[in-house]
């Protein structure tokens, strides 16, 4: 019997983590099934892919309780109470509890140890002071030392930073993340110039910037650019998902002041992302803090464009600077500028940024990798093997290790 697993993730919006959950639970679905903590479109696209979804409803104070909280508010841990609660009657039934966000793996912990079933956190954050409060990090690393079997780390980086934390390192296990390149094929240069024609005319550069609207994202910094570039089109893919409009209305009020309203162009959450970015010249990832481990890092590798991005957090894990990528000092616009600007009059660099860029995801982060390497986590913790675990890809000369030992 294939050990039955519950992942649970606290939102149902469409972020990278609940992309990432939702190809995991896809690969699970005969014997996996998932507990979201509200309502929302990711309960569709889970249940579109055939996978059972549980909404355990919880109170608006629980989701209103942000990760830089200094102190939990008491509305939330009130909130909290029920729901593990439910979610521990619930566990009985499976084997595993698999938490897929910081909030879950909170709540998942308390009703693994009430229903005896073991936990393990899928880690897609960087636990540091940039983006949580220290009473957060703390309870983290508690409960990932005292009840978590493992914690799956989505980069180095986000591994490091828990380690630095405290987090016992023999649990952590650094787990890349994959996407399927699939969707990043698709496009001829017919539906390049029919997409392009919609912004920017014949010969006029097209820079895109994929990520939701929240200030650690950086967007700024890449609008701020955009004044050192005045022949350049912008476009900026992506919501405040997580209630942050006073950023997205930040956003807005710099390319006013900056009098770039008919240069860049705000697009608002697109669902087409593998063909904008296809039809960009550059794409930039401009983020201020660290980032765990960006899948439209991957993204862009897959869709041949070339990538300038900071030279932050699990970025770096992938994109070696000038080989198959740019990388910039976080928040420098003069050196984004630059970067791009250079790129931008040498066709051909661009051309063999993106091209390696392209061979490196295609071979080294690809979903089945990243299923086979969860799917040997899972039988690990529940000593129960997965009857279809997807075949592991060795790993090439020159690829980031990837580790499966503890890391310390
Ligand atoms: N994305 C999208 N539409 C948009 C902007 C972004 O579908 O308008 C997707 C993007 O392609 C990526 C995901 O949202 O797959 C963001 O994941 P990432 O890990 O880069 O960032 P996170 O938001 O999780 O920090």
Redesign the pocket.
Known sequence: MPPRILFVNHAAV???????LLDIAQAFNTSGEVALFSNGPLRERLEEAGVRVHVLKAAPSLHRARRESKIPPLGAVGAALPLIGRLARMARSYDLLYANTQKAFVVASAAGLLARRPVLWHL?DILTPQHFSRNNIRLDVALGNRVARRILAVSQAAALALTEQGGNPDKIFTVH?G?DPQPFKTLSPHDVVRIRSAWVAPGQALLGC???LTHW?GQHVVIEAMTRLPEAHLLV???D?FGQTAYAEQLQDQVRRLKLGDRVHF?????D??DL?QAVDIIVHPPVAP???????I?SMLAGRPLVASREGGTLEVITDEVNGLLFTPGDVAELADKVASLLAHPHRMQTLGQKARSYATSHLSRETMIARVTQHINAVTGKPMASAPPVQNRAEGEPAVLLEGSK
């Open positions: 469409i972020g990278g983590a609940e992309l990432i897609h993340n996407i994929f990520s939701r994202k893919a992506g919501t998902l697009l608002g959450h697109r669902s992302v593998p970015m980032e765990p481990f960006g899948r439209v890092v993204e």
